[in-house]
């Protein structure tokens, strides 16, 4: 059934006060002419009756909303009996008394560039207890504020919640993995907790979709690339280039792109990816039981390289 657009501009006075339901029109009737209340209401009356007469669905009115009620209660049922994964941490935070490897960005810092403890000690507060009013109190450094300190905090209505989704802890502040991603980005980190990229994370749940929705294995025709100087296109000559693909390459050039940035290190955009995978899967998971249809599933290819059906 489609809703009436017709500009209200282009309507008459009497075409007007028959579009308008209930107390509303009697109101209106009343106060412009003096006219009985039981015209408007009569009006009303006939208006709701055509409206009720155009929903042709099977499914309608009390019917809908508690099978819809259903849905959402299985859905949550289902998050709610997934395995809760254990969220480890990679030893930093108590290895290091004055907190180098951790996060501080934003708090107050000494000439040596060390937090000060009582405003770190005072952010932990904060996130441990989950007042709001808290996140008020922390000292900060500067005027630059902390950025959605209290994200972990919040709960979404789509896919699994945040808490049921898990990632590798970060590389040791000591380990050569940290020592590469400081050979490629050192002085250069946000002000911003890092781990992992909210940008990978995006783009790994969006190509996710995206792959699951499209046919991944379909050769894209023609395609181009610029040449050496930027200002041309020229057909593209290699090997296929399919959806699949190409989604997965657009997707780690946002990730890696913010590590050029100078915003991220090269471990949050790769956990990001897998991540923002992991929810979008979730997201699938749920929307599978939505359909009228009988429907298999989706298929898609993640990026591990594993087939999966969802």
């Known amino acids: 059934m489609e ?37 408007g209401s009569a009006k009303a009356a006939d208006k709701q009756k055509q409206q009720e007469t155009c929903d042709i669905e099977s499914i309608k009115g009390d019917k809908r909303i508690n099978q819809a009620f259903q849905i959402r209660i299985r859905a949550a049922e289902f998050e709610k ?18 907190k180098i490897a951790s996060y501080s960005k934003g ?21 441990t207890m989950g007042n709001p009013a808290d996140f008020e109190h922390i000292h900060l450094g500067g005027d630059r504020k902390l950025v959605n300190p209290q994200a972990a905090l919040a709960f979404g209505l789509e896919g699994p919640d945040s808490h049921h989704l898990a990632i590798p802890p970060a590389p040791t502040f000591s380990s ?6 400081m050979g490629e980005l050192y002085w250069q980190s946000p002000t911003h907790p890092s781990y992992p990229a909210g940008h990978a994370t995006v783009a790994g749940a969006c190509a996710t979709v995206l792959k699951a929705f499209f046919n991944e294995t379909f050769v894209i025709p023609n395609p181009v690339v610029t ?11 290699g090997p296929g280039l399919t959806v699949g693909s190409e989604l997965d390459k657009l997707a780690s050039n946002f990730a890696i792109g913010r590590n050029a940035a100078g915003v991220h290190w090269r471990s949050d955009s790769i956990k990001g990816l897998k991540l923002g995978e992991a929810v979008a899967i979730g997201i699938l998971t749920e929307m599978r039981s939505t359909y ?6 989706f298929s898609l290819t993640k990026f591990d390289g594993m087939a999966i059906t969802i």
Do not use: M, Q
């Open 3 to 39: 809703a009436d657009t017709t500009p209200l501009s282009s309507l008459s006075r009497r075409e007007f006060l028959g579009n308008v339901g209930g107390v509303t029109a009697v109101t209106l009737i009343t106060g412009a002419g003096g006219l009985p209340s039981f015209i």
């Open 81 to 98: 009996n997934l395995p809760l994964p254990i969220h480890t941490c990679n030893g930093d935070e108590e290895l290091y008394p004055n």
């Open 107 to 127: 708090l107050p810092h000494n000439n040596l560039g060390e937090v000060d403890l009582d405003a770190y000690h005072a952010l932990i507060r904060a996130l």
């Open 176 to 181: 050569a993995e940290e020592a590469s991603e």
């Open 227 to 237: 040449s050496a100087d930027g200002l041309l296109l020229l057909p593209y000559k």
């Open 292 to 297: 009228n249809e009988k429907f298999g599933g």
